[in-house]
């Protein structure tokens, strides 16, 4: 069993920026396909960014391009969303999730609130 667990979420004024954190427990990470996903008020969770197991491919919700940064650090079992230029409607709880077919875990979320 894997247990995801995130951190980082906050209060942010619009332009700032967030980094978020995702620990993994077990010694598996390197394994899994990472992403982050975020879910908002009345709407449906959506995708945001992903990360190959090695890392070296990433990928990015058109909405968030060029202003986030996902990363992971396989050695220490951790996941990171960088977050700039923020906006109100950047503003949700915040999933990390680990893929491998056929298993997919799910952290319990980090709210995001971007707001003057």
């Known amino acids: 069993q894997v247990k995801l667990v995130e951190s980082g979420g906050g209060l942010v004024q619009p332009g700032g920026s967030l980094r978020l954190s995702c620990a993994h427990s077990?010694?598996?990470?390197?394994?899994?396909?990472m992403g982050w996903f975020r879910q908002a008020p009345g709407k449906e969770r959506e995708f945001v960014a992903a990360a190959s197991r090695i890392g070296g491919t990433t990928s990015y919700a058109d909405s968030v391009k060029g202003r986030f940064t996902i990363s992971r650090d396989n050695d220490n079992n951790m996941l990171y969303l960088q977050m700039n230029s923020l906006k109100p409607e950047d503003t949700a709880v915040y999933y990390c999730n680990a893929y491998r077919s056929p298993l997919d875990y799910w952290g319990q979320g980090t709210q995001v609130t971007v707001s003057s």
């Open positions: 077990g010694r598996t990470f390197g394994r899994f396909r």
